[in-house]
């Protein structure tokens, strides 16, 4: 099975700090797409950063960035100046082109005042 | 980005009933429809892909007896849980996506949780 592995089950961070979630796959495709999704309480699935593995450039969002490593089969994201509201459940996915997505079993994360 | 809607956002019903979730795309035609089950502190799951005017494409281990979708519109999904007991109690979740182009966004719903009595 072309699997997402998420190896850190819960992360925490003192607010303003910045955390590191680690994220690998397993893929045959050389075209697919990877996402950091966050899953806040309320359940609502938030898109957070979005990368083409066509693009060697990482993706940025504001506070928001990965390290995007396809060689290694890696996508890590990076949160910076950690909020109390970035605590959340955090999916990293892949898609194939086409298809649908993987997800993997997700990151909990707590920021600390 | 587009909306996604589900109704009801939660409910209750006795064991043996039936249950239908509506997921609506609120702004945009999705020709293509995936409903997700999420046990707590779990990741998603699907469960299947619906296409609209087809029958749907269920996962591995999913009965489609029990597990009715109906995707009947650009705009609307059903899930209906038949004959629902206790082991269905879950959350379930819609996403929606466009047709066309290399690649084509997906939105999710909101969720809808199922507790079966």
């Known amino acids: 099975a072309q699997t997402v592995t998420q190896s850190q089950p819960e992360m925490s961070v003192q607010e303003a700090e910045t955390v590191t979630l680690s994220c690998t796959y397993d893929?045959?495709?050389?075209?697919?797409?990877l996402f950091w999704y966050k899953q806040p309480p309320s359940r609502q699935m938030i898109l957070v950063i979005r990368?083409?593995?066509?693009?060697?450039q990482n993706a940025t969002e504001n506070r928001f960035s990965v390290n995007f490593q396809k060689a290694a089969k890696s996508f890590s994201l990076k949160i910076s100046d950690s909020q109390l509201g970035d605590a959340a459940m955090y999916f990293c996915?892949?898609?194939?082109?086409?298809?649908?997505?993987?997800f993997g079993p997700g990151t909990r994360l707590s920021v600390l005042p | 980005g587009a909306v996604v809607s589900q109704h009801p956002s939660w409910v209750i019903c006795k064991s043996g009933t039936s249950v239908k979730i509506e997921c609506r795309s609120l702004?945009?035609?999705?020709?293509?429809m995936f409903w997700y089950r999420q046990f707590p502190k779990q990741s998603l799951m699907l469960m299947a892909t619906?296409?609209?005017?087809?029958?749907?494409?269920?996962e591995q281990g999913v009965e489609k007896d029990k597990f009715l979708i109906n995707h009947a519109s650009l705009t609307l999904s059903t899930l209906t849980v038949t004959s629902a007991h206790p082991e269905d109690s879950s959350f379930y979740i819609c996403?929606?996506?466009?047709?066309?182009?290399?690649?084509?966004?997906?939105?999710f719903g909101p969720g809808t949780r199922l507790t079966v009595l």
């Open positions: 996915a892949r898609r194939d082109y086409g298809q649908n997505f993987v």
């Open positions: 893929t045959s495709e050389s075209d697919y797409y």
């Open positions: 702004d945009f035609q999705a020709t293509t």
């Open positions: 619906s296409n609209e005017g087809s029958k749907a494409t269920y």
């Open positions: 990368q083409e593995a066509y693009k060697q």
């Open positions: 996403s929606a996506r466009e047709s066309g182009g290399a690649f084509v966004e997906q939105f």
